[in-house]
């Protein structure tokens, strides 16, 4: 699996934000459970690193400075077998996709 991290450094500079601080705390994250840099803001792991990836993915928009200076980010999972396809996902989409569908959820189940 890889996962593809592409911060802005206008949107950086705009918030105030150390873009290669943020970049620091991201290879600092992938690295210490193991994780290979293979380049800024891009990680391959294997099947063992899924919970790592998975958290990633859950943890980083709920930091002070992902979201404000977030360009592209995806999520490739590989298929059952080592030599399977990869699923290149727009991580950022799902993200405010499903962060949509729950303020939906909560909002009906106010409602109700």
Partial sequence: MIMEIYLNESKAKDNNI?????YEKIDNYFLSRGVIKVAKGIYKG???DFTTFAIAQGQLPNTNWFLKIIDEW???YFGDEPD???YRQDALESYYRIK???NSYIRNQKSS
């Fill in 46 to 48: 294997v099947k063992k």
């Fill in 74 to 76: 995806y999520i490739s």
């Fill in 18 to 22: 150390d873009i290669n601080s943020c």
């Fill in 100 to 102: 949509k569908q729950h």
């Fill in 84 to 86: 399977s396809p990869e």
